[in-house]
C-alpha cells in the first residue's frame, strides 16, 4: 500500500486536501511519528504502534484512530457522523473540527503511551 505520503500523493481535489488536514494534525501533535502500515492501511505510527491512518472509499472518507475504545469516549461529539468503534466516515464538506480531532488523537497517544509503559 505505500507510506501516508505516497497514498496522499495519489489523491487530488478537495479529498485530499481533507486527508491531509488529518495528517498534518496528527503530526502537530505527534512531530516524531513514522510512516508505515496498520491492518494494511497506511498509517503514521507512534512508537511503533498504529497511530492514525485517513483514507478515501468510495462515497465517503474515513479517519481510523487505530483503537476499538477511544472513539465511544466522544459519541457525543460525533453525533451528525456516522462511526463505529474504529472509525469515523466524513466528508470535504463535513470534517471533524479540528479541536475533537486533536482530543481524540491525544487520546490515541495516551493509549498508546500507557500500554507501552506498563511494559
Do not use: C, N
Amino acid at each position: 500500500m505505500g507510506t501516508v505520503t505516497d497514498y496522499l500523493d495519489e489523491r487530488s481535489g478537495s479529498e485530499r486536501a481533507a486527508l491531509e488536514r488529518v495528517i498534518r494534525i496528527a503530526r502537530e501533535l505527534v512531530p516524531d511519528a513514522s510512516e508505515g502500515e496498520s491492518y494494511g492501511m497506511p498509517a503514521l505510527l507512534h512508537r511503533g504502534k498504529g497511530f492514525v491512518s485517513a483514507m478515501q472509499a468510495k462515497q465517503h472518507l474515513g479517519f481510523y484512530p487505530f483503537s476499538g475504545t477511544v472513539l465511544a469516549g466522544f459519541a457525543d461529539e460525533l453525533e451528525g457522523f456516522s462511526w463505529s468503534k474504529g472509525t469515523v466516515q466524513f466528508s470535504a464538506e463535513h470534517q471533524l473540527p479540528d479541536e475533537l480531532l486533536r482530543r481524540i488523537l491525544r487520546a490515541r497517544i495516551a493509549e498508546i503511551d500507557a500500554r507501552l509503559d506498563r511494559s
